[in-house]
T-cell receptor
């Protein structure tokens, strides 16, 4: 079975500060890992994904994530937060089945 | 590229009526489409997996007679909520997996449909 845990349902940072959103996964097979962003009343947009190869993955809007097998983690980071980054972020895992298994989401607030 | 549309974006219907939601992949073919339901401030709950030309696979606890899914072509899947009730009010999101990305399990999401049943 696969599962995803996102620590912190709400994260607040100041504009210009580091963004760190945590994601830990559980998987009995090599995982494929994804981060999606959702703005209010909209669908999900893919930020980045890890399938195989390089463990540091760069995505859109300056975000990146590092796959750490030993820690079963795939944390999302951005060096400097922007007001437009305020949104809900979902981590997801796949690989054992045809499905994406989502975490419960982290709402990111960016303070001016 | 990889755009998924949903129609309508918002719908209000009366209790007991049926509502159809369309999901289209605009610039790619998708053998597999997915339907999710999202309650306010919660994560996405997979309802069913839809494969072109075959019956949908429903997740445990999802009533297949209530949520009818049809995947008639490689670019269109529909979800019909039959005999809708207020508790069916929710945000419904579809996604599609491009043929060329099938091995990576990546999905592209539509913008969602807000259903309100009065």
């Amino acid at each position: 079975a696969q599962s995803v845990t996102q620590l912190g349902s709400h994260v607040s940072v100041s504009e210009g500060a580091l963004v760190l959103l945590r994601c830990n996964y559980s998987s009995s097979v090599p995982p494929y890992l994804f981060w999606y962003v959702q703005y209010p009343n909209q669908g999900l947009q893919l930020l980045l994904k890890y399938t195989t190869g390089a463990t540091l993955v760069k995505g859109i809007n300056g975000f990146e994530a590092e796959f750490k097998k030993s820690e079963t983690s795939f944390h999302l980071t951005k060096p400097s937060a922007h007001m437009s980054d305020a949104a809900e972020y979902f981590c997801a895992v796949s690989g054992a089945t045809n499905k994406l298994i989502f975490g419960t989401g982290t709402l990111l607030a960016v303070q001016p | 590229g990889a755009v998924v549309s949903q129609h309508p974006s918002r719908v209000i219907c009366k209790s007991g009526t049926s509502v159809k939601i369309e999901c289209r992949s605009l610039d790619f073919q998708a053998t597999t489409m997915f339907w999710y339901r999202q309650f306010p401030k919660q994560s996405l709950m997979l309802m069913a997996t839809s494969n072109e030309g075959s019956k949908a696979t429903y997740e445990q606890g999802v009533e297949k007679d209530k949520f009818l899914i049809n995947h008639a072509s490689l670019t269109l899947s529909t979800l019909t909520v039959t005999s809708a009730h207020p508790e069916d009010s929710s945000f419904y999101i579809c996604s599609a997996r491009p043929l060329k990305l099938a091995a990576s399990y990546e999905q592209y999401f539509g913008p969602g449909t807000r259903l309100t049943v009065t």
